[in-house]
């Protein structure tokens, strides 16, 4: 039998159904391309692409910033931070009262704050969380030394009681990273499987690598201040909050410019110029968001011994390790404060060995430690690649004071188990978020943490801040404890960074924080 | 032939067994503390040793492999360390775009590749042959995120006429997520279809000086029939070979385009996992990519005796 074919596809030797199959398909894909994806945006919903997919939802499983920034529209902590990052109350009724010798807090807790089961939170939910999360976190951990008991009183108040003060105690309870979030005590359990906290919106679904979604809580309790930074009135404006993991940063930065993403995290800096001649979105930058810093290893090696860590930070030239890092002065601040002027915590002791490029001065310092020729081993990785170029800097910044040098570039991974060697480096680099309270951040300030500090001086410049409560008196405090870094050099603060992200131009109420939260947001 | 088979299917275990013990030991001498990157930057030596603890990686090296290939026999690929899910259920989750985006991919690879294999070996030394060769040339040296990424710039961001990344937002229909995977399916295309025209071209060329092909000519059959069913039919072996190979390699997933365009498929789980040091899912990923591969491979053979009956067991 001869198949019937279309006069035009005789040439091809195509039948009419292969041509009709054709054509179908042709439609089909025509009708695609002419939707431009519009199913893809719902009315009334934020798509934001992230960094990539959070470890876990459990906020106190992990000291990394994903799972808390996802999950803070979910939980609420007792207290949070304003714009200016002073710490300001949240599900607690005011801030706490304590008592002069600085062992007892006293939290009232807001009535009538909804659960997303419905039921109204009570202390008895508080209790349960905060002693999950001084069993679970660093920060709680930490805390938990010095705890006596936590005690209700009554159904919305609860007693802290402490052996010795800890004056940072709020701003750990504030602190959206590893964070005291309040959930049902119903739901707690480890792993963390029902996500019931308070917040403007509660959690529908996660499909790893795809989405996280959280949907807006009707039954939400606000505070009635205004908004200020995170604290204040929350109003989940828009319906729906999707967490999109988009590792590649080129591929955030083209999907903000399509529209696809009303919102993208952590862009490389040179996306500024193109997302700001885009015309379809908009550049928003936080600074600063973070600060790089080099820490040294002063228990073995080379830089146990003090002087040659003195010639290795007089050596140094951070205002251009910043630059190489970071390009543009808007985006990085080469400073010896290690917070900001607005911040008690203000000082500028350190700034006569701070950004000195003091080749001569280092070499002077070398020759008093008798320095034999041992090459600085930088460990340094290029996950990050704003470490691995202020890693070239300090090498030719070492190399012009007389050291001999040795850069070790590996993954991050591999970065994070060396460093917990002291065989393996002189020097690390890494970087932190900006915390308002010294003792947060860097982990070095405390016990144990890579780099092995512990020192008299140390020890007693950080007893004597942590036994202040008062805040004047803990800003002078830390002038002295500020000091005793600059002069024993556990690790170098390179400055502060700060961190661009893109926006929608329909994108309205967003305000920039070191952690990007949306409620009060809205799509105009 | 069944007797030939079994042994084809024993030696398929004992590859698969080989390849699990290199996996494994490969996994363990890189670098790196899936326990450190978990808890994040403020946690404590002590914590990290804890939770090195509760995953059993503070035990020998031997004792994990043991221990690990017990369950494996029991067919247990473990529980990833940081999607607290089993391997296999994270695994089963992220093969449909996998899969779709081969199937797709590899469709745009022999639409492109076998015709234009075909042309240029029927006007061979012509400028047209020319081009395709150039053209496959240039194809196979293209890296395919670079391709990628202008792709996403003229197509997504330009024209506006498809997605820059993702599988379609939460309860897209079939076709919305199909819709998704035709970007980067036509770049993994492309890519691969050089190799396709390659080798159809050179197995085109062999069979159309033949003697049968003349022959056919010589019947009077129209130049269609004779090169597509005298010509084609026979040069089908190595253009299998190759499209199948092509097709086992993007089952396991195409890591780079899978980043680049955001597709939550086995290739970015497996980079997202190594970065992680999440051993449980780079072992199980691994094992099932490579019990694809060694699948595929077999059914090419078993394809060969059906395309080629002096083909043999």
Redesign the interface.
């Known amino acids: 039998m001869t198949k019937s074919r279309h006069p035009q596809f005789l040439?091809?030797?195509l039948s009419r159904r292969e041509v009709g199959g054709l054509a179908l398909g042709a439609a089909?894909?025509a009708a695609?391309?002419g939707s431009?994806?519009a199913?893809?945006?719902?009315a009334n919903s934020l798509?934001l692409a992230m960094i990539?997919?959070p470890?876990?939802l459990d906020p106190m499983?992990?000291?990394?910033d994903l799972p808390s920034l996802i999950m803070m529209h979910v939980y609420e902590s007792l207290y949070t931070f304003d714009q200016k990052l002073n710490a300001r109350p949240m599900l607690a009724v005011e801030m706490p009262k304590v008592s002069a010798d600085g062992l007892t807090y006293d939290i009232d807790i807001r009535k009538g704050v909804k659960l997303h089961s419905g039921r109204d939170l009570d202390v008895e939910d508080v209790i349960a969380s905060l002693k999950r999360w001084i069993e679970m976190t660093?920060?709680g951990?930490s805390v938990g030394a010095a705890l006596v008991s936590i005690d209700a009183k009554g159904t919305h108040g609860l007693t802290i009681k402490l052996k010795s003060p800890v004056p940072a105690l709020v701003t750990h309870m504030a602190l959206p990273?590893?964070y005291a979030a309040i959930m049902a005590k119903e739901s707690i359990a480890t792993?963390l499987v029902n996500y019931i906290g308070t917040g403007p919106y509660r959690f529908k679904?996660r499909?790893?690598?795809?989405?996280v979604?959280l949907t807006r809580f009707d039954g939400y309790s606000a505070r009635s201040e205004a908004p200020d930074g995170y604290a204040g009135k929350r109003e989940a404006k828009v319906a729906e909050l999707?967490f999109?993991?988009?590792?590649?940063a080129?591929?955030r930065v083209?999907?903000a410019?399509?529209g696809?993403y009303h919102f993208a995290d952590q862009l490389p800096v040179e996306a500024f110029r193109r997302v700001t001649d885009s015309g379809s979105a908009k550049p928003i930058l936080m600074m600063p968001y973070g600060f790089p810093y080099l820490v040294t290893n002063t228990k073995q090696g080379l830089f146990a011994d003090k002087k040659i860590r003195q010639a290795f930070q007089l050596a140094l030239n951070e205002g251009e390790m910043l630059g190489a890092a970071f390009g543009d002065e808007k985006f990085y601040r080469a400073t010896p404060a290690h917070f900001p002027q607005s911040s008690p915590f203000h000082s500028m002791a350190g700034e006569k060995v701070y950004n000195k490029a003091d080749a001569a001065g280092a070499k002077k310092l070398l020759a008093e430690a008798k320095y034999d020729g041992t090459p600085v081993r930088i460990l340094n990785s290029k996950?990050y690649e704003f470490h691995h170029a202020m890693a070239l800097v300090m090498a030719e910044n070492l190399k012009a004071a007389g050291f001999k040098t040795q850069l070790d570039v590996?993954?991050?991974?591999?970065l994070?188990?060396?460093r917990?060697d002291p065989a393996l480096y002189e020097v690390y680099i890494?970087h932190?978020s900006f915390y308002p309270e010294p003792m947060?951040?860097p982990?070095q300030l405390?016990a144990?943490?890579?780099g092995w500090w512990d020192s008299p001086a140390k020890n007693a410049a950080i007893s004597a801040f942590n036994a202040e409560s008062d805040p004047v008196k803990r800003g002078a405090l830390w002038a002295k404890v500020q000091e005793v870094v600059y002069d024993e050099v556990p690790y170098i603060r390179v400055g502060e960074f700060a961190a661009l992200c893109a926006g929608s131009m329909r994108l309205t109420g967003y305000v920039p924080m070191p952690m990007p939260a949306f409620w009060n947001v809205s799509l105009g | 032939m069944f007797a030939a088979l079994a042994r084809r299917l024993a030696g398929m275990l004992i590859v698969m067994f080989i390849v699990a013990t290199m996996v494994f030991f490969l996994t363990r001498l890189?670098?790196?503390?899936?326990a450190?990157?978990?808890?994040?930057?403020?946690?404590?030596?002590?914590?990290?040793a804890e939770l090195r603890k509760t995953y059993g990686l503070d035990q020998p090296v031997i004792v994990q492999y043991a221990l690990w290939l017990k369950e494996l026999l029991r067919g247990n690929l473990g529980q990833s360390i940081?999607?607290?899910?089993p391997v296999i259920v994270?695994i089963a989750?992220?093969a449909e775009p996998t899969f779709f985006l081969a199937l797709l991919s590899i469709l745009v690879a022999t639409a492109i590749g076998v015709p234009a294999g075909i042309a240029s070996a029927v006007w061979r030394g012509r400028a047209s042959d020319q081009a395709v060769s150039g053209g496959a040339m240039l194809a196979a040296s293209i890296p395919s995120f670079w391709l990628g990424?202008i792709f996403?710039?003229f197509f997504?961001?330009r024209l506006?006429?498809?997605?820059?990344?993702?599988?379609?937002?939460?309860g897209?229909s079939f076709?919305?997520r199909l819709?998704?995977l035709?970007l980067p399916a036509s770049v993994l295309g492309i890519v691969n279809s050089a190799l396709i025209t390659r080798f159809t071209r050179a197995s085109m060329l062999d069979v159309l000086n033949e003697d049968y092909v003349r022959t056919a000519r010589a019947k009077g059959l129209?130049e269609?029939?004779v090169i597509?069913r005298h010509g084609l039919g026979n040069a089908l072996v190595p253009i299998i070979t190759v499209v199948g190979l092509t097709a086992a390699l993007l089952v396991g997933g195409a890591i780079v385009t899978e980043?680049?365009?955001?597709l939550?498929g086995i290739g970015?789980?497996v980079?997202?996992a190594v970065?992680?040091?999440d051993y449980p899912v780079i072992q199980g990923a691994l094992i099932v990519i490579a019990g694809i591969y060694v699948l595929i491979n077999f059914s090419i053979d078993v394809m060969y005796t059906l395309v080629d009956p002096r083909v043999k067991y």
């Open positions: 040439q091809l030797g089909t894909i695609f391309i431009k994806g199913s893809a945006q719902a798509n990539g997919e470890q876990t499983a992990s000291t990394a660093p920060r951990k990273s590893g792993p679904e499909k790893p690598d795809q989405f979604i999707r999109i993991p988009v590792p590649n080129n591929t083209e999907g410019i399509a696809q996950q590996v993954d991050w991974a591999t994070v188990q060396r917990a890494t932190s947060l951040s982990p405390g144990g943490a890579p | 890189a670098p790196g503390d899936p450190a990157l978990m808890l994040g930057e403020q946690a404590s030596l002590a914590d990290v940081f999607l607290q899910r994270a989750e992220r990424l996403i710039q997504a961001v506006g006429w498809f997605p820059v990344a993702g599988y379609g937002p939460p897209a076709a919305e819709y998704h035709m129209s269609a029939r597509l980043t680049v365009f955001g939550p970015n789980l980079v997202s970065l992680r040091r």
